[in-house]
């Protein structure tokens, strides 16, 4: 760091096995992804091509590259794999994880339908390949999934093989752990605590006010997910309460 | 593309004569611009530099000729046109286009009060020298047009020349065809549409849920505009189905 | 400029004593610096590293020598001076003032609570080391200072050695000089101004409407902070009546 400042929260620093933040990137140019890596690249762990952006990216295999080279795995968004499935391309799906030497891969199912027997055989056949993130919780703000059902879908889900279950919450934060507004369901997040351990979860948490939440409620180094490249520095100043939101939680 | 999928909507490519992505540039840096190009070139129709931005930034001549380049043609903010106007400087603004070399000029009057009669004469005048874009709606929340007068106008303006119509939202997507809380005035859309060809009218759609809007009522190759520079990519995959967004809509 | 228009309002131009924009950088790349630079620098009087953002970001010193070789100079955002003073680090603070090579420091008390008189000592005490620019107002929404306070603040603040009193909003725009909206304090702007000078006030106004309300009451050249880097151009325009928030004011 480039001064010292006493008593700060213990920040866990690269390979971290707690306290990940996952970033979105849905569409930088390669000279962006270069500095994301030289302002942000010791804080961020994995990136996530949102959604099916990595379709429409004209030069995703330097992109990848790119990425690795910082020791930064990618993955494709869940909606990607949903629309492999959705035309019944599972096959084809495979093949690219292995095409573009990706490591790992998210399993959701956001915009489908699916019995939840089958995404978890999804979890499991994946897993034998790659390493597997699987994502609860709809991208439809008018179904809401009561809290038993998301614990039982996180519990199975990690039986069945995945490495970590994600919170549904979109780029915009306002779907599955959030309202409309984009406010915390607080009833939601306590529970699952209870039953699911902190480390297994990662928590898609695009907006300020909700990764200062789930800072004030799991610590420095809670996992988080879903951040603009933009807001990385800025989170790690939320961790460490050097920002005015958990300023006083960390003195 | 970078890996095959099925039964995709099938999207039009440059040079389009449908499905137009105009994105607003605001004061991109010439690395913004190449950036830009490197990963949305093949998706961006035309480029208007914000308002009168085009009055500050530093390297204009640079900048077009770089979007010329790469096949993208640029042309100034209707609030440039009128601010000439206002400033009875019409001849110095048709100066300005030549010393530029742009090849495209956008005739609107959403700031100040003209004779609809006028804005015509502009618009046919301005037909001889450049391809003309006019805009009808105006920037002012609480002015409100009735259908009927927005399909007289747009037709009166197609007739004076006009390329194409465009229907106004601003960078903020809350005036115009949009309600102050961004959401679309539904009936006025779908009342222009039966007497406007689509084909002719741009629709400016900043905000995420009004190109939703729009992809869902015109489908994939609808004209859209006042897309920001990062969101070209985003918007890419709504028109095909491939963001949670339109995700059914396209199956 | 890139053309004549006729009967624009007086801009000022660098180095200013008055209209002064203040940009808050939260944790740009050095090549996006370089990119602001090239398109805004006239533009920028002074940078702010938003609060302790600068504890964290990689490269400090060659991003201050490059604003610096662009003739702007920095400084650590207040909640950085707080996070000092709360730990007993005073003296660690002025250290690295001068470690960095900085000619501007900024007192506040936003997240920490700190008696007045405290407070114009480290003013009195910094001015003798750097250029002090002390804030008023606190970062917590729910703690409303009356108008007769502020001003109080703000005079003592002054002939305690501060060269201008910046009024508190964060990087949000929702608190102190505005309401949880955004919306102005009207009644508490216009009541510090029959005491304080304006040019001795620096009003933070990261949201367009914030920006625009205050060129309307103070005219083109009122110092405006907490700008988002890529929000100078537009700025620029709204100063000069080139956007349409403010074409019909200044004409």
């Known amino acids: 760091m480039n001064y010292n400042l006493n008593n700060l929260p213990e920040r866990t620093s690269k390979p971290r096995t707690e306290g990940y933040t996952m970033v979105m990137d849905k569409g930088l140019s ?60 599972f096959a084809d799906y495979q093949k690219i994880l292995d095409e573009f030497g990706l490591e790992y891969a998210e399993v959701s199912d956001g915009s489908i339908e699916m019995d939840h027997d089958i995404k978890c055989e999804y979890i499991s056949t994946l897993a034998k390949q790659v390493t597997v993130l699987s994502e609860v919780g709809s991208k439809d703000a008018a179904k809401i999934i009561p809290p038993y059902k998301w614990i039982q879908q996180m519990e199975t889900e990690l039986e069945a093989g995945a490495w970590k279950v994600i919170g549904e919450a979109r780029e915009s934060g306002n779907v ?76």
Chains 1, 2, 3 share one sequence.
């Open 176 to 251: 599955g752990l959030f309202r409309d507004s984009g406010e915390v369901r607080q009833g939601l997040v306590e529970e699952i605590l209870t039953q699911i351990p902190e480390e297994k979860i990662l928590w898609e948490a695009p907006q300020k006010a909700q990764q200062v939440w789930f800072i004030k409620l799991c610590g420095t180094n809670v996992n988080l997910g879903n951040i603009a490249p933009n807001e990385v520095i800025p989170l790690e100043t939320i961790r460490i309460g050097l920002r005015g939101d958990t300023f006083s939680h960390f003195l």
């Open 30 to 89: 390669l000279r962006e992804v270069e500095d994301l890596i030289e302002t942000s690249g010791n804080y961020i762990d994995i990136v996530k091509f949102g959604w099916a952006t990595s379709y429409v990216y004209p030069k995703l295999k330097e992109k990848i590259a790119l990425y690795k080279s910082a020791g930064i795995p990618c993955y494709f968004g869940g909606t990607l794999f949903e629309a492999f499935i959705a035309r019944d391309q």
